[in-house]
């Protein structure tokens, strides 16, 4: 594997040391959110282990290379009506979930008071716990620091790109099992607001 380059090392400080929260901002481009969750979200190799557990590698660093937390966007038309949708990173695509405004509206709600009123585009992190536990005891730990790490990916590469990112305090529960009918099989692990920002 090559060494970085000093001007390459430069370019990543650049995006380490000024890297902040940023609130306010509009929805992010289709544009953009490509870009975002390609760095963060898309599955590089999926390596099937069984008919259910796959090990993946991914941007980001995840107990097991289980990669337990799907990526849910919520965005808001100009008619108030939100939509949820799915990453699959395994297509790098949106998929549209059947899911009405009105359920995820507490969500949403509960999301932009925490992000002192910040309104664009709300990435929820969902977690399969089954994944994470099909190879350990004690899986609720290590799916909290997966979503510690992707937090952090999510909040770096929105740097580098000159977007606006605000992470998020509140978990999702039980909001998350609410909406998916999951039966405790899913959780929410938090997310972040992502906007474009003005020059
Ligand atoms: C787990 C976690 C939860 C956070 N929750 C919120 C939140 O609910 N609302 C908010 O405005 N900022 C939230 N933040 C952002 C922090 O307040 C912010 O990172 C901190 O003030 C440091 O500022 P900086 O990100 O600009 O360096 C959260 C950060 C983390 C890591």
Known sequence: MPFLTKDAVQDFDDVVFARRTRYGGTPLSREN???????????????PLDQRIHAKRKPVISAGARHPIDIIVIERSPSMDLSTKLYDDLNHSLLTLDIASGAVRPLWDMASMAAKGTCSTLCWFVAQVGKTAGKYEWPDSLIWR???ALLQQFSLVSHALSLGCVPLGPTGNPGIDDIFRSNGTLFGVGGCFVSE???
């Open 146 to 148: 997966d979503a510690g």
């Open 33 to 47: 959110l490509a870009a975002l969750l390609w760095r963060t979200a898309y599955c590089l190799q999926d390596q």
């Open 197 to 199: 920002l003005q020059a």
